[in-house]
T-cell receptor, first 118, second 115 residues
Framework: DTGVSQDPRHKITKRGQNVTFRCDPISEHNRLYWYRQTLGQGPEFLTYFQNEAQLEKSRLLSDRFSAERPKGSFSTLEIQRTEQGDSAMYLC????????????????FGPGTRLLVL | AQKVTQAQTEISVVEKEDVTLDCVYETRDTTYYLFWYKQPPSGELVFLIRRNSFDEQNEISGRYSWNFQKSTSSFNFTITASQVVDSAVYFCALIFSNTGNQFYFGTGTSLTVIP
């Protein structure tokens, strides 16, 4: 399977703990996106990478959140000092990066990491 | 401001019935793309269709069809002869040319197909 993969699929943590999620995009996809989805809502954009460069961050991405894509392949999303409001599904998507503009591409999503903060 | 509206929160149909999922969007841009994604219980968003703002042709793919009307800012999705496997949450999404790195998703329509 060459789709987007995410690990872990589920994470339960206690408030105040740090968590880290990993996303492996479709091979050779240059663009990578993180979204957050809460119950009953559509996904909300968090951040975007083109290769290893983080080009855009949403206001939703507070100082406790950090994302990296060190070699332009996989990405990690870390949440420090988790709060109950961080409980959500965290989705990763990737697109090919072959078009001149990101909006011209289709984003392919992974299965998500479901986080529960107790 | 909400940019994509899916007014139907939940729909139930009996298998083999046709069903239309509504999507209304708001934008001042002339260049944008509209998408539909399916999210089954497993959670993964599955890409269904992409349509750019300059292409108002309706599209049919098997049992799926899409009606794009710029005059009413709508991009509706019809499933013909629904099947139980169509049960999922369906999201309409919009991406603009000037903020092309992020989707604006609707709140989704949960479709249940009853056997």
């Amino acid at each position: 399977d060459t789709g987007v993969s995410q690990d872990p699929r589920h994470k339960i943590t206690k408030r105040g703990q740090n968590v880290t999620f990993r996303c492996d995009p479709i091979s050779e996809h240059n663009r990578l996106y993180w979204y957050r989805q809460t119950l009953g809502q559509g996904p909300e954009f968090l951040t975007y990478f083109q290769n290893e460069a983080q080009l855009e961050k949403s206001r939703l991405l507070s100082d406790r959140f950090s994302a990296e894509r060190p070699k332009g392949s996989f990405s990690t999303l870390e949440i420090q000092r988790t709060e109950q409001g961080d409980s959500a599904m965290y989705l990763c998507a990737s697109s090919s990066g072959t078009s001149g503009r990101a909006f011209q591409e289709t984003q392919y999503f992974g299965p998500g990491t479901r986080l529960l903060v107790l | 401001a909400q940019k994509v509206t899916q007014a139907q929160t939940e729909i139930s149909v009996v298998e083999k019935e046709d069903v239309t999922l509504d999507c209304v969007y708001e934008t001042r841009d002339t260049t944008y793309y509209l998408f539909w994604y399916k999210q089954p219980p497993s959670g993964e968003l599955v890409f269904l269709i992409r349509r750019n703002s300059f292409d108002e042709q309706n599209e049919i793919s098997g049992r799926y069809s899409w009606n794009f009307q710029k005059s009413t800012s709508s991009f509706n999705f019809t499933i013909t002869a629904s099947q139980v496997v169509d049960s999922a949450v369906y999201f309409c999404a919009l991406i603009f040319s000037n903020t092309g790195n992020q989707f604006y998703f609707g709140t989704g329509t949960s479709l249940t197909v009853i056997p």
